[in-house]
């Protein structure tokens, strides 16, 4: 040990001390390093720091330095680069608030006991300071990360929200800081702080490293902040301050990105929102939230069952029914043939039940609903009805309306094969009324056709609802790729990037997955037309955007690009029931625009 220091360019360094064989002796000497260490001005600081973080991420649970004084050591670092500019620019000393900060919010993520040691250690204020924007957007981040993680806990929760300008903090973070980064680093690159671009790349290099990790950051610091705001949300003391129109206008649209697709994001916050009935009344006031809520129900992925909480709730509030009822109705109506998604069980039951209370309880007066809901609830009960009574039907019967209902779908086929496309969507309407509710794998087939009719209809939001029952009655649910695409392009249509998006990369992982002999059959999987609508789409949903239109750094109107035409051509035509497909043959033909479309023909 005596050979290793007097070796060492710093005696006494944490590294050396972290080599002591005594344990005794080596617990004596980190408490000391701890203490000692922010009142000194040596350079080299950042190694340990560095070495300091490592540990923390690799070992949170690990409680020896949080015994020994980390927490103090940390907190008394951001004070001095916050207070002294002079240290904090001599070597590399930048790095330091914000590795501490990180080295905070590591051990505080699981364990609630290290997180009150954190709060007596005093981290929050200096914490705070950080997310002011003290520093950088870079420290920001790893404080409102820090932050989020004592919020979490019952005992410490206090103690974050005793600042009070905390939550109006983040509530401007999540809304700013896609425009913060993008303006503070994306946009110039010969302005970027070097410390930015070394964090980002860890040693990797290249600005085009900087940038995805820069979009990566960007994304955590806003779905950090709203985890911060969600915890805020439980309780209803808080909500006045969350649900302003501004704020929840925004929340739909706060998705973190693809880089963060676990994350709830928005939505989980509104979902927390609306879990309150303080909260249920400013979000049902906001009929831009209730629409992106219906898409997001409507949707293929983990945020659905959220959207579908919100809407369920909202529903079933006697005083915020009647300012939902007209739009959310018929969007969890096309849900209404789900059996079960994730957790929820009997989630198709769940709905009817929902409706049909709203149905009972206001029938009649100012806010009673309207007789094209009823009419709509009482044809999904109907459907229940039938599917009843089809169990108590021979075989032979069921049989000869299956028949009747294949007969119908040919007579559609060949209306849409000779142009006539809105009779052809009749017939399929009439052989839905006419096949077995049992028959799901016909009816899914005649759903997603006639959501292709609607589509060359200019009807986008028919065919979003028939695609979405068609992906409501497929086994597995939201996995059928013919109605995946077909919405695809229904949102494209109604210029909803991020849902459009979803759903084409939805309809991509099928592709690469299906053995329907149509869609295995190419060589390379994945059609043309839907990488082509999935760059779109993401140009369109590009995390900075918004703040790159302005900033005026790129024109999205050049380079928007049709991808209907084409995508239309290659598409998917589905005219037999699955069980039939070995029967299909390819031809093409013209709708009624003289637009090419590629076809399966049931011979």
């Not at 501490?100 to 009150?116: L, P, T």
């Not at 142009?419 to 096949?435: D, P, V």
Request: proline share 4%.
């Amino acid at each position: 040990m005596d050979k290793m220091i007097a070796d060492c360019p710093y005696p006494g360094c944490f590294f050396c001390v972290m080599k002591e064989g005594n344990p005794n002796k080596r617990r004596s000497s980190i408490m000391k390093f701890f203490r000692e260490l922010p009142s000194q001005d040596d350079d080299g600081q950042v190694l340990p720091i560095s070495g300091l973080w490592n540990t923390a991420m690799a070992h949170p649970n690990d409680p020896e330095f949080i015994e020994l004084g980390i927490f103090e050591c940390m907190a008394a670092l951001i004070w001095k680069g916050l207070k002294n500019r002079r240290w904090l620019s001599h070597d590399q000393n930048i790095y330091i608030p914000y590795y501490a900060a990180h080295i905070i919010g590591s051990y505080n993520m699981n364990m609630e006991d290290f997180a009150e040691t954190a709060v007596n250690a005093g981290v929050i204020p200096p914490l705070v300071e950080l997310l002011r924007g003290r520093l950088t957007w870079v420290e920001q981040r790893v404080a409102v990360r820090a932050l989020g993680h004592l919020a979490t806990y019952a005992s410490t929760f206090p103690a974050v929200a005793s600042h009070g300008e905390i939550l109006e903090l983040c509530i401007q973070l999540a809304m700013s800081s896609l425009e913060i980064v993008y303006s503070h680093f994306y946009q110039y690159a010969d302005r970027r702080l070097s410390y930015h671009c070394d964090l980002l790349t860890r040693g990797m290099g290249g600005m085009e490293m900087e940038s995805r990790k820069a979009e990566e950051w960007a994304s955590q610091l806003q779905c950090w902040s709203l985890q911060l705001i969600n915890c805020f949300a439980f309780k209803p003391e808080f909500l006045s301050t969350i649900c302003k129109p501004e704020f929840l206008v925004k929340l739909p649209g706060l998705w973190g990105g693809l880089v963060n697709e676990n994350s709830p994001a928005g939505i989980g916050l509104l979902r927390t929102i609306c879990h309150h009935k303080l909260g249920r009344g400013p979000v049902s006031s906001c009929p831009g939230v209730i629409e992106a809520l219906c898409n997001i129900a409507r949707s293929s992925d983990d945020w659905q069952y959220m959207a579908i909480d919100c809407l369920l709730w909202l529903l079933q509030d006697p005083n915020t029914f009647h300012k939902v009822i007209e739009k959310a109705a018929p969007a969890v109506l096309d849900l209404a043939e789900i059996s079960s998604l994730g957790d929820h069980r009997k989630l198709g039951d769940s709905i009817l039940n929902a409706l049909q209370e709203c149905i009972q309880s206001h029938g009649t007066g100012r806010h009673s609903v309207s007789n094209r809901i009823k009419e709509n609830v009482e044809e999904i009960l109907h459907s229940r009805e039938r599917f009843k009574w089809e169990k108590s039907l021979p075989k032979e019967d069921l049989h000869i309306k299956q028949a009747a209902a294949l007969v119908v779908k040919l007579e559609g086929n060949s209306l849409f094969s000779s142009g006539n496309i809105s009779g052809a969507a009749s017939k399929y309407s009439e052989a839905l009324a006419l096949c077995p509710v049992r028959s799901k794998k016909e009816r899914v087939v005649l759903y997603s056709n006639r959501a292709q009719c609607y589509l060359l209809l200019q009807q986008p939001l028919s065919a979003i609802s028939d695609a979405t029952r068609a992906l409501c009655l497929h086994n597995p649910v939201n996995r059928h790729a013919k109605s995946l695409w077909r919405r695809a392009q229904a949102y494209d249509m109604l210029g909803l990037a991020k849902e459009s998006l979803l759903d084409a990369i939805l309809f991509i992982n099928e592709c690469s997955q299906s053995t329907d002999p149509d869609l295995s059959s190419r060589q390379n999987k994945v059609p043309d037309y839907a990488e082509r609508l999935v760059k779109k789409q993401m140009r369109a949903a590009w995390l900075f955007r918004e703040a790159a239109v302005k900033h005026g750094g790129v024109d999205f109107e050049a380079d928007g690009g049709d991808v209907y035409g084409q995508g239309t051509d290659d598409s998917e035509w589905e005219t037999a029931s699955e069980s039939d497909a070995e029967n299909d043959g390819r031809r093409e033909i013209s709708n009624n625009d003289g637009e090419m479309i590629n076809m399966l023909q049931e011979k």
